[in-house]
């Protein structure tokens, strides 16, 4: 009998899902059905993730998403969450241009609130999704860094961006290229 059970205990454990399946199996598969290589790349990364890891990092930039990705991505992320899965520590879908106001609000709408880091840099933003992005900041408490250059913000939507420097002088916004070289580098070492 000891055997048999051992036996059973040892099969179980040979087929039981790993962490990385169990919590973030949903944004693993979501991420692998866009076919695109580097959301292929990032969703095997993810699969290594262990239940001593607190938090995980979310980069998918200039991987061609477009919005119905964003969408299904978005929901995966939700349920990482609902699933008591690691926090989400930082979120860069920069050079997604097609990802548009829509991409980025939908995915504002579902990602946790205590997210400290998102960049959306030249993801075809306007001043709706600066808006949202100020909003959703304005309900985080441990946001530190807004990261959107490169994106289509008019004068209105930067003196917004001013101000809630201003009122939250820990949170680091970059909402337009310091310079040419600082833009050229960024998308030399983040791209």
């Given at each position: 009998?000891?055997?048999?059970?051992?036996?059973?205990i040892l099969?179980?454990?040979?087929?039981?899902?790993?962490?990385?399946?169990?919590?973030?199996?949903?944004?693993?598969?979501?991420?692998?059905?866009?076919?695109?290589?580097?959301?292929?790349?990032?969703?095997?990364?993810l699969q290594?993730?262990?239940?001593?890891?607190?938090?995980?990092?979310?980069?998918?930039?200039?991987?061609?998403?477009?919005?119905?990705?964003?969408?299904?991505?978005?929901?995966?992320?939700?349920?990482?969450?609902?699933?008591?899965?690691?926090?989400?520590?930082?979120?860069?879908?920069?050079?997604?241009?097609?990802?548009?106001?829509?991409?980025?609000?939908?995915?504002?709408?579902?990602?946790?609130?205590?997210?400290?880091?998102?960049?959306?840099?030249?993801?075809?933003?306007?001043?709706?999704?600066?808006?949202?992005?100020?909003?959703?900041?304005?309900?985080?408490?441990?946001?530190?860094?807004?990261?959107?250059?490169?994106?289509?913000?008019?004068?209105?939507?930067?003196?917004?961006?001013?101000?809630?420097?201003i009122e939250?002088?820990?949170?680091?916004?970059?909402?337009?290229?310091?310079?040419?070289?600082?833009?050229?580098?960024?998308?030399?070492?983040?791209?």
């Amino acid at each position: 009998m000891k055997r048999f059970l051992g036996i059973v205990i040892l099969g179980y454990l040979w087929c039981a899902p790993s962490y990385a399946e169990f919590r973030m199996q949903d944004l693993i598969n979501v991420l692998i059905e866009t076919k695109k290589a580097k959301s292929i790349e990032v969703a095997n990364n993810l699969q290594s993730i262990g239940s001593d890891d607190q938090t995980y990092e979310l980069v998918i930039r200039n991987a061609n998403l477009s919005l119905e990705n964003a969408t299904n991505i978005a929901k995966a992320i939700d349920k990482v969450s609902k699933n008591n899965g690691p926090k989400l520590s930082t979120l860069s879908m920069s050079f997604n241009q097609d990802l548009r106001d829509e991409g980025v609000i939908a995915i504002l709408d579902k990602i946790p609130k205590n997210t400290p880091v998102i960049a959306f840099v030249e993801c075809g933003m306007t001043d709706k999704a600066g808006q949202a992005i100020i909003d959703w900041a304005l309900d985080n408490k441990e946001i530190n860094g807004i990261y959107i250059e490169g994106n289509s913000f008019s004068n209105s939507m930067e003196a917004k961006f001013e101000k809630l420097r201003i009122e939250r002088p820990q949170l680091t916004i970059l909402s337009k290229w310091a310079s040419e070289e600082f833009k050229q580098m960024v998308k030399k070492n983040f791209n």
